[in-house]
């Protein structure tokens, strides 16, 4: 692997000076890839538009073929932020619009993309905001495999194309995560409650492993709903977590929570060691971890 500068007429940040990953990876076999710590490109999906693509200028690596806004990380950049970033720099998509449902990493170990698979939550229209492109458009799923597409993109599109529809959501059972850890709970309950909710939405907006739901793909960022009972029924949600509160049986709403998604066409995960619970929600469809999974990722000890 060798490392190539830029040349005239090559792609570069649209403002200010050129960053030090604006740069070709050249491979062992003579293949160049852009982007000297990877590069990463937005998947927009909107529900009623379909997918955000980029008509690639001329100039560009394979020039006139459609693909997804996107270009070289920064060093130490996330592929989330490289995405986001790039996306913005290129068709002025605003990050609060979108919300990251996966990351798909094409990894050669000298070089990697990161596709970042987002929902539009607020719809915008995009603009060409560099010299990249000739249009952007948004472009309905079932059409984008009969444009002439990137090379790259055509072969990741194949991949991700199926994903698209899988929907992950996590439900927890709070009473049951909370009894696992005796540090006191039982004095308040309502304020242990609300205390795990937000840990929830503080450390799992990094995402979670996608093997550990049971999905492909690196990593994926799941809904979450936590179901709450008795006296911590006032508990509030945030950002990143839905609250049901159960009217009388904390198990009874968690199976009907998940029958409900799973109805929907969601890709259902239970957190809870009640083995009652987990057999009953098993039987819908959904899987289970139990309570030192999510501690796990909570850093609880």
């Known amino acids: 692997m060798r490392i190539e500068p830029l040349v005239p007429g090559e792609p570069r940040r649209p403002h ?3 960053d030090p990953g604006d740069a070709w990876v050249v491979a ?6 852009w982007g000297r710590f990877g590069a990463a490109g937005l998947l927009a999906l909107d529900g ?3 997918v955000l693509l980029q008509h690639r ?3 560009s690596h394979f020039g006139g073929t459609w693909a997804l806004p996107g270009g070289a990380r920064h060093q130490g950049e996330s592929a989330i932020l490289g995405a986001l970033r790039e996306s913005e720099e290129e068709a002025g998509v605003p990050a609060v619009a979108v919300r990251p449902r996966f990351v798909s990493v094409f990894d050669l170990e000298y070089w ?3 596709t970042v698979v987002a929902d539009v939550v607020v719809p915008f229209e995009p603009v060409i905001s560099d010299p990249e492109s000739y249009e952007l458009s948004w472009v309905a799923i079932d059409d984008v495999a009969s444009y002439p597409l990137h090379p790259g993109f055509e072969l990741s599109w194949a991949r991700l194309r199926p994903l698209l529809a899988l929907r992950p959501t996590v439900v927890v059972d709070v009473a049951n995560v909370m009894g696992a850890v005796p540090d006191g709970w039982w004095r308040d309950r309502a ?3 609300q205390r795990l909710v937000g840990r929830i939405g503080t450390r799992t907006r990094g995402g979670v492993p996608g093997e550990s ?3 492909p793909e690196r990593k994926w960022f799941p809904s979450w709903v936590a179901v709450v009972e008795g006296q911590a029924r006032g508990t509030a949600g945030n950002d990143e977590v839905a609250v049901v509160a159960a009217a009388a049986s904390g198990d009874d709403q968690i199976v009907a929570e998940v029958a409900r998604r799973v109805g929907m ?9 009640d083995r009652e619970l987990a057999t009953r929600v098993i039987a819908l469809g959904a899987s289970v971890h139990g309570a030192r999974w999510l501690l796990d990722q909570l850093e609880i000890g």
């Not at 062992?28 to 890839?33: A, S």
């Not at 066409?265 to 060691?273: A, C, D, H, L, N």
């Open 213 to 215: 739901l049971g999905l």
């Open 57 to 59: 200028v001329s100039w």
């Open 265 to 273: 066409g969601e890709v259902i995960t239970v957190v809870t060691s």
């Open 16 to 18: 200010g000076p050129r």
């Open 28 to 33: 062992p076999t003579g293949e160049r890839y």
């Open 48 to 50: 009623d538009r379909g």
């Open 112 to 114: 990697s993309y990161a």
């Open 191 to 193: 304020g242990a409650a």
